[in-house]
């Protein structure tokens, strides 16, 4: 669905829990066309859509059911159609999430917990790096200290899904540190994520952005 400039089209699913105009910016200053919708035909025939999320993981869903963004994200991935997820738009693909001991389903796309950060300062808000595994397509150009920004007091601390079928293309999971080691971002197939918000993650944010805009 590229523009007639050659450029990648890109929704922004705007389901009422995201930071959709920082998202819509930096999107654009990496060169994709973007738009902010939640209409679902344009958030199908994209060639990319990017799931934002900030507040809690239960309210987060319930927006993004209401929405129709769980069915439109499952049926993009049977079809390897890119998806990427940003802050509690990464945690509800995860199996559930625990909040004041309520757990909430997830789109358990990735089996994992989303709970709470133990740390001596929580939130976890600012400025951290981030550990990359090799031959990673999100971190790609990117200094081993690169740092990008975080703001949230949940996370997935265990990675448990394991690939053994050699034909299979493992996932690749980067890690981050505060109080305790968790995931960071996840690359799987046609879905992306990262905890920290790549939009407000300056220079290092945008060469990320622009890793993912092409493999669209």
Same mark, same amino acid.
């Given at each position: 669905?590229?523009?007639?400039?050659?450029?990648?089209?890109?929704?922004?699913?705007?389901?009422?829990?995201?930071? &959709?105009?920082?998202? *819509?910016?930096?999107?654009?200053?990496?060169?994709?066309?973007?738009?902010?919708?939640?209409?679902?035909? %344009?958030?199908?025939?994209?060639?990319?859509?990017?799931?934002?999320? +900030?507040?809690?993981?239960a309210a987060c869903m319930k927006g993004l059911q209401q929405a129709r963004g769980h069915w439109?994200?499952?049926?993009?991935?049977?079809?390897?159609?890119? +998806? !990427?997820?940003?802050?509690?738009? !990464? /945690?509800?693909?995860?199996?559930?999430?625990?909040?004041?001991?309520?757990?909430? =389903?997830?789109?358990?796309?990735?089996?994992?917990?989303?709970?709470?950060?133990?740390?001596? +300062?929580?939130?976890? !808000?600012?400025?951290?790096?981030?550990?990359?595994? *090799?031959?990673? =397509?999100?971190?790609?150009?990117?200094?081993?200290?690169?740092?990008?920004y975080f703001v949230h007091s949940y996370a997935v601390h265990e990675w448990s899904l394991e690939?053994?079928?050699?034909?299979? %293309?493992?996932?690749? +999971?980067?890690?981050?540190?505060?109080?305790?080691?968790?995931?960071?971002? &996840?690359?799987?197939? $046609?879905?992306? $994520?990262? /905890?920290?918000?790549?939009?407000?993650s300056g220079d290092a944010g945008a060469q990320l952005l622009t890793n993912w805009i092409e493999?669209?």
């Open positions: 669905m590229s523009g007639a400039d050659g450029r990648k089209k890109v929704v922004v699913f705007d389901y009422g829990f995201g930071n &959709v105009r920082s998202a *819509e910016r930096a999107l654009a200053r990496v060169g994709a066309d973007v738009e902010i919708t939640r209409d679902f035909d %344009r958030a199908m025939n994209a060639d990319g859509l990017l799931v934002p999320g +900030v507040g809690a993981f439109i994200i499952d049926r993009r991935l049977s079809g390897g159609r890119p +998806v !990427m997820g940003i802050c509690v738009g !990464m /945690q509800i693909l995860f199996e559930r999430g625990i909040e004041h001991g309520v757990e909430t =389903e997830g789109l358990d796309e990735w089996p994992g917990v989303v709970a709470p950060l133990k740390a001596p +300062v929580v939130p976890h !808000m600012g400025w951290n790096t981030v550990k990359a595994p *090799e031959g990673s =397509e999100l971190f790609a150009g990117l200094d081993t200290d690169a740092r990008f690939i053994t079928n050699p034909a299979i %293309r493992a996932p690749k +999971v980067t890690w981050a540190a505060h109080g305790e080691p968790f995931v960071a971002a &996840v690359e799987n197939g $046609a879905l992306w $994520a990262t /905890q920290f918000h790549p939009e407000k493999t669209l």
